[in-house]
């Protein structure tokens, strides 16, 4: 189907199925259990893996085919952000001129980072990357803060033009009249699944992006960008010029970053300076390795995690804690308290810390390598996860910087 | 012919399918019509509590946490009930809201605009509260009050000090208890004319975001007003921690005081750094070299430990107050925590109960009563004095104090002197004023 054979399609579809429910199947206990607070399917949330999602996908297009690890990447999701924020302020809230132009901006700002960038590479095109992020990151906080509104952040005002607003238009986010904070809440049983357009409009996108990655992935393109991932020494010294090849791939991710933080703004129509710092940068680094570098759904699974994590462990307070324990005696529930208290609330990074170094050590090909074992696990098939599933799992390539 | 492939299991297969199918409609025309967001249906009521527990903020928000769960527990009925006994409106019972059962979420605002909304949305998407309070930070109380405005929930703004939350950006679902940056200069410009002269050269830094802004806005314009001139003004990264950089130039920039508009973290390393290059010891023109911080907190008087001795500015409430409900609410913090509470504490407590008292009066949680309730709403009993809800704007008036770093202080928590309370009038200003002229408040939003 669509230019994939048979292996692909199915593989597709568990995709598109996997997104279309996923407000149900982030939604596995009723509203009554104490375990629901760790449901995740609201639209905030759903929002933000589908998002993330895009990003990590198209960053991997960049570090899982050409090895080149580019450690500034939140600067193409900030500026995509700021671009369609500015198409809100100027036109309307309709979201579809935000995110074409998100998606221009972005590519042109990654022609010229990845034109100056990819000069180097290994160690010090990461550290041009990152010199370049650093640098838009202060621009918006301070310097073009006419542009960027600083460290507020970009908001739009009743009073900007917005010339395309109809008199009495929808003031939120919306495509062509449908706005995105619609939500259809169905209680069933003692479950209550919310279906979002926000969230479903990101999903049909994260599609969208995943079945172009998916032919990059398979396409005589890719196989040049996986050939420089794995010696592009080689590559030169047969008279191929591997530059325009890493340069395409570079912008393309960039794209798929500027997207992702179009779709943020058309989610929630603010742009904050933050998403473009390091740490932002440092965090799809973090999906990816997490889920699988190299392989199509391991971003995927790593930004879900990552983001799961942020917004569901953060929110875990002593108060939630005394609940749980509750039916321990005084002292015991008090001593349980005090030990799981440094793991939750603020200090969520740290159990991310801790499992993200479990993962590295023990699952080198990251989350989707659990997949792969217990599917060896079953079927006894015998041989290496790599005979199983060639092109899913990762390869050990050499480091970047060799 | 065409062999029918149809057995009796497909039959079945098909009609469980149809059978779903034919469900589906009536299952989704099953969620409930309510009247406005998370219209509170069960025996309880969720507030949402958005502080920042990380960032330069994070000793601010764990106060306001505190004194979250102890307004929590008092509206609850339980403790010693605190200000509620000397609040001048007497809706509150210890019932909870309009008889049901307060309980809350918390969240982590990072003290950054983005991970604040992402906090506040969750709350209202997931957990389902009725009112958002919180921020330690302008920034992200100005994102947060926006959000609840399309979200259709009250915003209760904890400690922000920007002349923007109700001023350009305010929201008709967005309340502010706390004073702001015009209030600051209004009431400190005297004293520092009083005490340094009306000819002074002052050199601002200044926190790069919205209060820094209007705060570094407020005090120039108050200051020149008396005579000073502005020699300078240093924008400065929230997101520091060294201001090295930023003190040296102040040296020899001919100017004979020091203004920080700087708060929590920033201005704890900011004084220390100015003191550790000698800026206090310093003479310029023949007169001592003075530093003033506009808006003071004992928590940052605490991190900056010795070096506060001395030094003028405002405040939005002192623990050591003698009023009633001061001394109500210091008795039943300090018994709960074993230390007085910070101003953003008592911010954040009065708010959570004038929340409480405005559904209790309207008789509802719609977002649209509440407003109602609370615009012009007069009440004492909080600390503060008699204080008015303004309806144009959404800001409380009352009584400023203007405070000084203790010399000698007599205890760890004793760090603050009140030197003068200046009184309502001379800090009010015209809901049109420039300084927070642009905005609207619109229409309340219930929201759904």
Same mark, same amino acid.
């Given at each position: 189907m669509a230019g994939l054979d048979a292996r692909d399609t199915r593989f597709l579809l568990i995709v598109v199925a996997l997104t279309l429910f996923t407000p149900i199947l982030l939604q596995p206990f009723p509203e009554s259990?104490?375990?629901?607070?760790?449901?995740?399917?609201?639209?905030?949330?759903?929002?933000?893996?589908?998002?993330?999602?895009?990003?990590?996908?198209?960053?991997?297009?960049?570090?899982?085919?050409?090895?080149? =690890?580019?450690?500034?990447?939140?600067?193409?999701?900030?500026?995509?952000?700021?671009?369609?924020?500015?198409?809100?302020?100027?036109?309307?809230?309709?979201? #579809?001129? @935000?995110?074409?132009?998100?998606?221009?901006?972005?590519?042109?700002?990654?022609?010229?980072i990845g034109y100056i960038s990819l000069r180097r590479s290994g160690i010090y095109f990461s550290i041009l990357t990152l010199?370049?992020?650093?640098?838009?990151?202060?621009?918006?906080?301070?310097?073009?803060?006419?542009?960027?509104?600083?460290?507020?952040?970009?908001?739009?005002?009743?009073?900007?033009?917005?010339? #395309?607003?109809?008199?009495?238009?929808?003031?939120?986010?919306?495509?062509?009249? #449908?706005?995105?904070?619609?939500? =259809?809440?169905?209680?069933?049983?003692?479950?209550?699944?919310?279906?979002?357009?926000?969230?479903?409009?990101?999903?049909?996108?994260?599609?969208?992006? *995943?079945?172009?990655?998916?032919?990059?992935?398979?396409?005589?393109? @890719?196989?040049?960008?996986?050939?420089?991932?794995?010696?592009?020494?080689?590559?030169?010294?047969?008279?191929?010029?591997?530059?325009?090849?890493? =340069?395409?791939? *570079?912008v393309i991710s960039g794209m798929y970053a500027g997207l992702a933080g179009g779709l943020m703004a058309s989610m929630d129509p603010l742009a904050g300076a933050e998403r473009m710092q390091w740490t932002a940068s440092g965090e799809v680094v973090l999906m990816t390795i997490l889920g699988g570098a190299g392989t199509l759904m391991g971003p995927v699974l790593g930004a879900g995690f990552i983001k799961y994590f942020e917004n569901i462990f953060s929110k875990i307070n002593d108060n939630v804690l005394h609940g749980w324990f509750a039916f321990l005696p005084d002292g015991l529930e008090d001593l349980l308290v005090t030990i799981v208290h440094p793991f939750v609330g603020k200090g969520w990074h740290l159990t991310l810390g801790l499992l993200f170094m479990l993962v590295v050590i023990f699952l080198p090909g990251g989350l989707v390598e659990v997949g792969q074992r217990l599917r060896r696990l079953f079927t006894r098939r015998g041989g290496t996860p790599d005979a199983a599933d060639p092109r899913h799992a990762p390869k050990s390539a050499p480091h970047v910087a060799e | 012919m065409v062999k029918s492939l149809k057995t009796r299991r497909d039959v079945l297969k098909s009609g469980a399918l149809a059978g779903a199918g034919l469900a589906t409609p009536v299952i989704f025309t099953g969620s409930s019509a309510s009247a406005f967001t998370n219209e509170p249906t069960g025996a309880t009521v969720t507030l949402g509590f958005n502080v920042p527990q990380t960032g330069p903020y994070a000793d601010e928000g764990a106060d306001e946490l505190r004194a979250y769960e102890l307004a929590v527990e008092h509206l609850n009925g339980g403790g010693d009930g605190g200000m509620i006994s000397t609040f001048s409106s007497k809706t509150l019972d210890g019932t909870g809201i309009l008889g049901k059962k307060v309980e809350y979420v918390t969240g982590d605002t990072q003290t950054k605009t983005d991970a604040a909304r992402a906090s506040a949305r969750s709350m209202i998407e997931k957990d389902g509260a009725i009112m958002i309070t919180g921020g330690s930070s302008s920034g992200p109380a100005i994102a947060v009050q926006a959000l609840c405005q399309e979200a259709g929930v009250i915003f209760m703004a904890g400690l922000t000090h920007s002349n923007d939350t109700t001023g350009k950006d305010k929201k008709a679902n967005g309340f502010r208890h706390f004073f702001n940056g015009y209030m600051s200069g209004a009431a400190l410009a005297p004293v520092l004319a009083a005490r340094y002269g009306a000819d002074r050269v002052a050199y601002h830094l200044t926190a790069d975001y919205t209060w820094g802004w209007?705060?570094?806005?407020?005090?120039?314009?108050?200051?020149?007003?008396?005579?000073?001139?502005?020699?300078?003004?240093?924008?400065?990264?929230? $997101?520091?921690?060294?201001?090295?950089?930023?003190?040296?130039?102040?040296?020899?920039?001919?100017?004979?005081?020091?203004?920080?508009?700087?708060?929590? !973290?920033?201005?704890?390393?900011?004084?220390?750094?100015?003191?550790?290059?000698?800026?206090?010891?310093?003479?310029?023109?023949?007169? $001592?070299? +003075?530093? /003033? /911080?506009?808006?003071?907190?004992?928590?940052?008087?605490?991190?900056?430990?010795?070096?506060v001795k001395g030094i003028l500015g405002s405040t939005n409430w002192h623990w050591s107050l003698q009023d009633q409900g001061s001394k109500a609410f210091v008795q039943s913090f300090g018994t709960k925590y074993g230390f007085p509470p910070s101003q953003a504490a008592h911010t954040v407590y009065c708010q959570t109960l004038l929340y409480a008292d405005a559904v209790?009066?309207? !008789?509802?949680?719609?977002?649209?009563?509440?407003? +109602?309730?609370?615009?012009?709403?007069?009440?004492?009993?909080?600390?503060?004095?008699?204080?008015?809800?303004?309806?144009?704007?959404?800001?409380?008036?009352?009584?400023?104090?203007?405070?000084? !770093?203790?010399e000698n202080p007599e205890n760890a928590f004793d760090l603050l002197e009140v030197v003068e309370i200046t009184p309502v009038e001379q800090v009010t200003y015209d809901p049109e004023h420039p300084m927070f002229a642009g905005g609207a408040l619109g229409e309340c939003n219930p929201g759904a």
């Open positions: 259990s104490s375990l629901a607070q760790f449901n995740a399917g609201y639209p905030d949330l759903m929002q933000r893996f589908a998002i993330f999602g895009i990003f990590a996908i198209g960053f991997n297009i960049l570090f899982g085919l050409t090895g080149y =690890l580019s450690f500034g990447h939140a600067a193409f999701l900030g500026v995509g952000s700021y671009a369609t924020v500015w198409m809100f302020k100027l036109l309307s809230y309709n979201v #579809l001129p @935000g995110l074409i132009l998100a998606v221009i901006t972005s590519g042109l700002f990654a022609l010229l010199a370049f992020a650093q640098m838009s990151f202060n621009l918006a906080y301070s310097v073009l803060t006419p542009i960027t509104n600083g460290e507020t952040g970009l908001q739009v005002y009743t009073d900007d033009p917005q010339y #395309l607003l109809a008199e009495g238009g929808l003031t939120t986010t919306h495509i062509f009249g #449908l706005a995105m904070n619609k939500s =259809l809440v169905a209680p069933v049983g003692g479950w209550e699944f919310t279906f979002n357009v926000g969230y479903y409009f990101c999903a049909v996108i994260a599609i969208a992006a *995943f079945y172009l990655s998916l032919r990059i992935f398979r396409s005589p393109f @890719g196989m040049m960008l996986r050939a420089v991932k794995s010696n592009q020494q080689r590559m030169s010294y047969t008279g191929l010029n591997t530059r325009p090849y890493t =340069l395409a791939a *570079f | 209007t705060q570094e806005e407020s005090i120039a314009a108050a200051t020149e007003a008396l005579g000073w001139s502005t020699i300078d003004k240093v924008r400065t990264p929230l $997101a520091s921690t060294d201001f090295s950089s930023y003190i040296a130039p102040v040296l020899n920039s001919g100017a004979d005081v020091l203004i920080l508009n700087h708060y929590g !973290g920033n201005m704890v390393n900011s004084l220390t750094n100015a003191v550790e290059f000698g800026l206090r010891e310093k003479e310029v023109n023949g007169r $001592a070299f +003075e530093i /003033v /911080v506009p808006l003071y907190s004992r928590l940052m008087a605490a991190g900056a430990g010795e070096n209790n009066r309207a !008789g509802s949680f719609n977002p649209c009563a509440v407003v +109602e309730a609370l615009e012009g709403f007069e009440f004492d009993g909080l600390g503060n004095g008699p204080t008015l809800y303004r309806a144009e704007d959404h800001q409380c008036f009352k009584d400023v104090l203007v405070v000084q !770093g203790k």
